[in-house]
């Protein structure tokens, strides 16, 4: 099976402070995904990656950067903590989808609190 | 932007009863995913319909995908208390580049 592993199940973090969010696959997966999920918005993607060091935009990047230095890891970073960044961070893999379909598989979630 | 828009919002049903869930999309696609997520967890995937089929069943599960609408629906037949979550439509768009759309969910209750 495979595992997605997001390395904080809660997290309370202070307004300006740099945060880093871990994510980890043990599935050799080319794709990796970090969205954030909030009441009423469904799922965001914030950004994404294809391959290491290669990393493309989502749909709400803005306050958010990310990293990824091996394949089986991806960071998200908040480069300077807000209250409006509060929420349910979710990291995802899958197979590069041009080989066929392949599904996304979701960590268990990272709910950040900033204060 | 959200492409998907799952009907109803929430669903409330005794359980035994079938439950049906609604997705409505905008842009051509090349396939259509749901996806359930109980309270607290990550996304599970429960099956994919392909644009050129028109209806999949996977053990109690039941899609429907009609592209000349764009709208799919999940059913899911016989519920159980197990099946209470939320229910996500993801849409794979033809210009998606390697990217999935998601719905806002559809939040189910079976009642026992």
């Known amino acids: 099976d495979v595992k997605v592993t997001q390395s904080s199940r809660y997290l309370v973090k202070r307004t300006g402070e740099k945060v880093f969010l871990e994510c980890v696959q043990d599935?050799?997966?080319?794709?990796m995904f970090w969205y954030r999920q909030d009441p009423g918005l469904g799922l965001r993607l914030i950004y994404f990656?294809?391959?290491?060091?290669?990393?493309e935009k989502g749909d709400i990047p803005e306050g958010y950067s990310v990293s990824r230095e091996k394949k089986e890891r991806f960071s998200l970073i908040l480069e300077s903590a807000s209250t409006n960044q509060t929420s349910m961070y979710l990291c995802?893999?899958?197979?590069?989808?041009?080989?066929?379909?392949?599904?996304?598989?979701f960590g268990d979630g990272t709910r950040l609190s900033i204060l | 932007s959200q492409q998907g828009e799952e009907d109803p919002q929430a669903l409330s049903i005794q359980e035994g009863e079938n439950a049906t869930m609604n997705c409505s999309y905008k842009?051509?696609?090349?396939?259509l995913q749901w996806y359930r997520q109980n309270s607290g967890r990550g996304l599970v995937h429960l099956i994919l319909?392909?644009?050129?089929?028109r209806e999949k069943h996977s053990g109690r599960l039941r899609v429907t995908l009609d592209t000349s609408k764009k709208s799919s629906s999940l059913l899911i037949t016989a519920s159980r208390a197990a099946d209470t979550a939320s229910y996500f439509c993801?849409?794979?768009?033809?210009?998606?580049?390697?990217?999935?759309?998601f719905g806002q969910g559809t939040r189910l209750t079976i009642n026992p």
């Open positions: 995802a893999s899958s197979l590069l989808m041009w080989t066929g379909y392949q599904p996304q598989h």
């Open positions: 599935m050799d997966h080319e794709n």
């Open positions: 990656s294809y391959d290491v060091k290669m990393k």
């Open positions: 842009t051509s696609i090349n396939n």
């Open positions: 319909i392909r644009s050129n089929e």
């Open positions: 993801a849409t794979d768009p033809l210009q998606g580049a390697q990217k999935l759309v």
